[in-house]
């Protein structure tokens, strides 16, 4: 028999463990065939040469009087889990210690010598890579996986991120022994999995795709799966592939595009309330403007006197209520847009609409605090600027929200001519709507107004602390 046909590949190490002829004799046919090979006439030497280099195969002579402890030793150690143990032995021997993977009998020919290394070898190399797959199924993203390709998905193996995944063990899987990996598959979703399976394998393609499975807790968790068919030499085929949660980012996907929709719709509503406070709004108060200017002309009869005023309330109600329907369309205050930003806002294009000069006096300290209450006060505000608008003539206005103790107070002065209290508050819409709009604040409204102007002021509690 030719001996070549068991020459090692290059580096592959052997340690000798026995002294004697019979010990060193195998060391040299050893060296002879190819091997690294290096003798140690103790168990305490071959421990030691162990802790130095990493080794593929030992012999160790079964007559050492440490043998059986040696055996034990290596076996104990993690680093030497795939060292392939060969004892030598006298014929008639037949306990074997622990840990040992072959014996070969002495006396013996170089190629029965050869031959168990060569197979040691191998089973080494086997053990090694097997090891590797165990590491890299342990420690890969995702549930890494080899099933039939059936309808239940029947598993042959898969890695234990599966337990992450779907709350169920791998063990649960493989064989189907507790439950078919398809029926974790949400009902909705069984269907389009199939076929995206199915099409792959028949186009010889890898198949790619997401889909919904229910978990042990009963939530549902998004999973994206690759794999592809596999075909061995004798006919059979197989499903690999890798199984991945991606429900936190499904989670972040779906966040994102509702946040896209509200932007759009945002805009959208933007743009509503542009067009009518810039077109419809101000063609309106053209329109009032002309009829107030007819209303004073001296030589008009009473009758369209009283026509025309009744026209400029229509015109002016009407202004007001759309002026309404563009603050309820503006979106919500975003969380990082200053309260006062937005009531200078307010005061500018009050200003630009009337002509009143508006002075904005500024508190930040109490922004925070009064964000939830944002809406409302913005809408007193505009309120009571509609009322100055419309009633009182004025030539400035203060707009100011500062802190007092324990409140916030929101105050609107003018420099106007004033009105009598008890008649408003019979026949003004505004009046009541800004006592509506301050007990929805818990606070309290209080109106003074004279010959030298009016002021209104709100007093708006706020949260302990």
Request: aromatic share 4%; net charge negative.
């Amino acid at each position: 028999m030719d001996a070549t046909r068991w020459a090692p590949d290059a580096g592959i190490q052997a340690l000798v463990a026995g002294a004697g002829e019979l010990m060193s004799g195998l060391c040299g046919d050893l060296l002879a065939a190819g091997y690294e090979a290096r003798s140690a006439p103790t168990g305490a030497v071959a421990l030691a040469a162990l802790g130095e280099a990493p080794y593929d195969l030992i012999f160790i002579d079964g007559g050492l009087p440490d043998c059986a402890d040696l055996c034990r030793q290596i076996r104990a150690r993690p680093q030497h889990a795939d060292l392939y143990i060969t004892l030598v032995v006298p014929a008639g021997e037949q306990t074997l210690p622990d840990g040992v993977d072959d014996y070969l009998i002495s006396p013996f020919d170089r190629l029965q010598l050869l031959a168990r290394a060569s197979a040691g070898v191998r089973s080494a190399q086997l053990h090694r890579n097997e090891t590797r797959l165990r590491t890299l199924l342990t420690n890969a993203p995702g549930a890494i996986y080899r099933c039939a390709n059936d309808p239940s998905w029947t598993m042959e193996l898969i890695s234990d991120d599966i337990e992450r995944i779907s709350g169920y063990p791998a063990a649960d899987f493989v064989d189907s022994a507790v439950r078919s990996f398809a029926s974790v598959i949400h009902p909705d979703d069984r269907e389009m999995v199939e076929r995206a399976v199915t099409e792959g394998t028949r186009q010889g393609r890898a198949f790619v795709l997401e889909y919904r499975i229910v978990r042990a807790d009963g939530t549902v968790a998004w999973v994206r799966e690759r794999g592809q068919e596999v075909h061995s030499g004798n006919g059979r085929s197989w499903l690999d592939g890798v199984i991945f949660d991606i429900t936190e980012w499904k989670l972040t996907e779906d966040q994102l595009e509702q946040s896209r929709r509200q932007l759009a719709v945002a805009d959208e509503r933007q743009r509503i309330a542009r067009e009518l406070h810039d077109g419809v709004i101000q063609s309106l108060s053209g329109v009032l403007l002309t009829l107030q200017a007819a209303e004073t002309l001296a030589d008009q009869p009473d009758a369209t006197r009283a026509r025309l005023a009744d026209s400029v309330d229509r015109i002016d109600i009407a202004i007001q209520e759309i002026r309404d329907y563009v603050f309820n369309l503006r979106p919500a205050l975003p969380p990082d847009r200053h309260l006062y930003d937005e009531l200078q806002a307010l005061a500018e294009s009050f200003q630009r609409d009337t002509g009143i000069v508006v002075a904005v006096d500024r508190d930040p300290t109490v922004t925070a605090e009064l964000a939830p209450q944002a809406g409302d006060i913005l809408q007193i505000a505009r309120e009571a600027l509609s009322n100055v608008r419309r009633h009182a003539q004025a030539t400035t206005c203060r707009l100011s929200l500062i802190r007092a103790t324990g409140t916030a107070v929101l105050e609107i002065d003018d420099d106007g001519r004033g009105f009598d209290l008890a008649a408003a508050a019979g026949r003004g819409q505004g009046l009541r709507n800004l006592s509506e709009r301050s007990a929805n604040l818990r606070g309290r409204l209080d109106i003074e107004s004279g010959a030298e102007g009016s002021t209104v002021t709100v007093r708006i509690p706020l949260p302990p602390g």
